[in-house]
């Protein structure tokens, strides 16, 4: 896996909340249905528009939750300003990134890509997942071609 590692401040992202059961992968089948939702409803064309910070791309967030089982997933974009009225917004704090190349077909080259951060990465890094939110980042292009290419951003220690 080809990664990166940076460090970053805190920054501001705002776009739109929804809560997501872990229980069985059901995220797995659910997140798909978030964007599914935020493409067709114009969600993904204002962020694209409102980006204006450092990463390029509209994001999808995973943020834990008080329960193991339910994450808070948003759909949002970097954005230095006052939050639009209908958007949401959340900060990201200063963290050290590992940056991790996606590259192919959405959805499943992240889920793949997950699956072997977790189940080959982190087990032979030296490097701890810190908590704060992990990133996914997608570029305005085309999702589903062969060879799109996206991001997983994760903040270790």
């Not at 193991?68 to 209908?86: L, M, N, R």
Request: glycine content about 6%; hydrophobic content about 35%; aromatic content about 12%.
């Amino acid at each position: 896996m080809k990664f990166k590692i940076i460090e970053r401040n805190h920054f501001q992202v705002v776009g739109i909340k929804r809560q997501v059961s872990c229980v069985n992968g059901e995220n797995h089948a659910l997140i798909p249905k978030i964007w599914d939702e935020v493409n067709k409803d114009g969600t993904d064309d204002l962020l694209f528009k409102l980006n204006n910070g450092q990463i390029k791309g509209v994001l999808g967030i995973c943020v834990e939750t008080n329960s193991k089982q339910v994450i808070d997933y948003w759909v949002a974009t970097e954005f230095d300003g006052d939050t639009p009225e209908e958007l949401l917004e959340l900060e990201i704090p200063k963290s050290k990134w590992a940056i991790f190349e996606v590259h192919g077909p959405m959805p499943n080259a992240m889920q793949n890509a997950w699956k072997q951060i977790f189940s080959e990465w982190f087990p032979s890094s030296d490097y701890q997942h810190t908590g704060a939110p992990n990133l996914e980042v997608y570029p305005e292009e085309n999702p589903y071609r062969p060879n799109y290419y996206s991001e997983i951003w994760i903040p270790v220690d």
